[in-house]
């Protein structure tokens, strides 16, 4: 994605207000049937862009201040095991949006992704109920998170980023206010998402909208450029523009799996993520990485903010209730961690996604591990919504693990990155272990990784052994505490993981064999 300048996104703001009062599209349509809100609940899914779970005092942070998510976790759930499933091209969230608003697969997702192109805010007309009676059941967006809450009589309002994102769902929503917002100021920031969501809730207020509501509660931070709100970037010792030479005291400690490079190429040459990151650019020492986790926090904090807006609000309104309230991000993200910057690999740290849910009879103060991707956010809102689920979902629904039926859903986790030199990266995860495999650059980097995630939750590597960056981070790991893959002793285990991988990536339809495995093996 193209970076746009603060006053790029706010020229944007006023197009797209000049283009259409997209909440005249969200009055209640009369060829539906009218669902009381109290028959039914309401869901609220506050959905960011690049925020990996360690950010979160829910997952163990204790410099990010998040004191409304903190909130969300004390009377909901925290899933620890929640994932994307990964990506077939550099920009993540494409294919992770997309398998969020159709529950459909990492790899099914090549064939819609970008079957339209992204928004221009310069001739869009919102007209979502023309072409929502333009659907027919064979088109894939029939059964995309807004169409299926629209036949079953819900209000459904987005706000989100533009761009790199499922242009086929989300024109489909009744209202529809979306912009790229990296600013510091509130109108070019993470205050013009939360203002839209509140407006939405004060035409609601009025009684002008009396069904259930879906919100789409998006954000464009903390995805970089991370222009922080200067109040937030002084309390986190941290500047959008002059970069320290030296750490700053203030800002953030580097995360105890900081490495100053990454031992081998991540395979993607050029990646904007790892060359072309505004303030960071190659650099990864401490004082570059510090400053960069405190603009991230301060992104982080300032969504927060907008987060408690509309709880309060929801509070006021005596909705609170009655609203299902997810928070999650599209992928994690490395910022540092083992040398990298980007979304664009697969530990735990970019892998993994925050979740976080609140709502009726999900037990306050809760922790599961879920063992579930994103793709089974949409079952699980029908399931909750008493939608019938459509056959085209690969998702399934976590609710079991809401109402403390379940700790999990899955025994086993797959994840791909294929968006640079190919086949990538793969990884399975059972239990405590894990693997990780790389085969990229034409054959030049082949490697393998082997972690107990109950022993090494860090993946550590034997670099982060070493004494320079023991010094810098203040954390020395254990003697066990590196990739186990090459280690005689963990043979066997790594023949399993190796075998589980490819069962798995036979099972969801990977076009692709590692260098080390049988070629001939055919997809279901």
């Known amino acids: 994605m193209k970076p746009l300048l603060p006053s790029?996104?706010?020229?944007?703001?006023?197009?797209?207000?000049?283009?259409?009062?997209?909440?005249?599209?969200?009055?209640?349509?009369?060829?539906?049937?009218?669902?009381?809100?109290?028959s039914k609940p309401n869901i609220l899914f506050?959905?960011?862009?690049?925020?990996?779970?360690?950010?979160?005092?829910?997952?163990?942070?204790e410099v990010c201040q998040t004191p409304n998510?903190?909130?969300?976790?004390?009377?909901?759930?925290?899933?620890?095991?929640?994932?994307?499933?990964?990506?077939?091209?550099?920009a993540v969230c494409l294919p992770s949006r997309t398998m969020v608003q159709t529950s459909i697969n990492v790899w099914r997702t090549q064939e819609i992704a970008k079957r339209y192109p992204r928004m221009n805010p310069k001739t869009y007309v919102h007209q979502p109920r023309t072409l929502l009676a333009e659907l027919t059941p064979n088109d894939p967006d029939y059964e995309s998170m807004p169409a299926l809450f629209f036949r079953a009589g819900y209000d459904t309002y987005r706000t989100c980023k533009i761009g790199?994102?499922?242009?086929?769902?989300?024109?489909?929503?009744?209202?529809?206010?979306?912009?790229?917002?990296?600013?510091?100021?509130d109108e070019t920031g993470s205050w013009w998402h939360g203002e839209q969501v509140m407006n939405?809730?004060?035409?609601?207020?009025?009684?002008?909208?009396?069904?259930?509501?879906?919100?789409?509660?998006?954000?464009?931070?903390?995805?970089?450029?991370?222009?922080?709100?200067?109040?937030?970037?002084?309390?986190?010792?941290?500047?959008?523009?002059?970069?320290?030479?030296?750490?700053?005291?203030?800002?953030?400690?580097?995360?105890?799996?900081?490495?100053?490079?990454?031992?081998?190429?991540?395979?993607?040459p050029g990646l904007r993520d790892e060359v072309a990151v505004q303030g960071v650019l190659l650099k990864r020492d401490e004082a570059t990485i510090r400053n960069e986790l405190g603009r991230e926090y301060a992104c982080i904090e300032?969504?927060?903010?907008?987060?408690?807006?509309?709880?309060?609000?929801?509070?006021?309104?005596?909705?609170?209730?009655?609203?299902?309230?997810?928070?999650?991000?599209?992928?994690?993200?490395?910022?540092g961690r083992h040398g990298l910057m980007g979304k664009q690999n697969l530990y735990e740290h970019t892998w993994r996604v925050p979740m976080i849910i609140r709502g009726p009879g999900i037990k306050a103060g809760s922790r599961a591990q879920g063992n579930t991707y994103l793709m089974d956010l949409l079952p699980t809102f029908c399931?909750?919504?008493?939608?019938?689920?459509?056959?085209?979902?690969?998702?399934?629904s976590f609710k079991p693990v809401l109402m403390g039926k379940r700790n999990t859903v899955r025994d086993v986790l797959y994840g791909v990155y294929n968006g640079g030199s190919k086949p990538g990266m793969r990884s399975v995860k059972k239990g405590d272990w894990k693997l990780i495999k790389y085969d990229v650059l034409d054959g030049y980097i082949q490697e393998t990784q082997l972690f107990n995630l109950?022993?090494?939750?860090?993946?550590?590597?034997?670099?982060?052994?070493?004494?320079?960056?023991?010094?810098?981070?203040?954390?020395?790991?254990?003697?066990?505490?590196?990739?186990?893959?090459?280690?005689?002793?963990?043979?066997?285990?790594?023949?399993?993981?190796?075998?589980?991988?490819?069962?798995?990536?036979?099972?969801?339809?990977?076009?692709?064999?590692?260098?080390d495995q049988p070629q001939g093996a055919q997809n279901r």
């Open 383 to 396: 399931d909750l919504a008493s939608i019938e689920k459509p056959s085209t979902f690969d998702g399934i």
């Open 200 to 268: 939405y809730l004060k035409e609601r207020e009025k009684g002008t909208k009396e069904d259930p509501f879906l919100l789409f509660f998006g954000f464009t931070h903390p995805h970089d450029p991370r222009h922080g709100k200067p109040d937030l970037l002084d309390k986190y010792g941290a500047d959008n523009t002059d970069i320290p030479t030296s750490p700053n005291p203030q800002a953030p400690p580097l995360q105890e799996n900081y490495l100053p490079a990454h031992p081998f190429h991540h395979g993607h």
């Open 69 to 90: 998510l903190d909130r969300l976790a004390r009377e909901g759930m925290v899933l620890d095991s929640a994932h994307h499933m990964g990506s077939w091209v550099g």
């Open 8 to 38: 790029s996104v706010f020229r944007q703001a006023s197009i797209l207000i000049l283009a259409g009062i997209l909440f005249t599209e969200s009055a209640i349509s009369q060829d539906r049937p009218h669902v009381a809100s109290a």
């Open 164 to 185: 790199n994102t499922y242009e086929g769902a989300n024109r489909l929503y009744l209202g529809r206010n979306d912009q790229t917002n990296y600013g510091p100021e």
């Open 454 to 515: 109950k022993d090494n939750p860090n993946e550590f590597l034997i670099q982060h052994h070493d004494r320079a960056v023991v010094a810098m981070t203040g954390f020395k790991p254990k003697r066990h505490q590196v990739n186990l893959a090459e280690n005689p002793a963990y043979a066997t285990k790594r023949e399993e993981m190796e075998a589980l991988l490819l069962s798995e990536m036979i099972k969801w339809g990977d076009p692709y064999r590692l260098w």
């Open 302 to 335: 300032n969504i927060d903010r907008q987060v408690g807006r509309v709880l309060d609000k929801l509070e006021a309104m005596g909705e609170l209730e009655n609203t299902y309230i997810f928070y999650s991000a599209d992928h994690g993200i490395a910022v």
């Open 46 to 61: 506050i959905f960011v862009d690049d925020q990996s779970p360690l950010t979160m005092n829910a997952y163990g942070n």
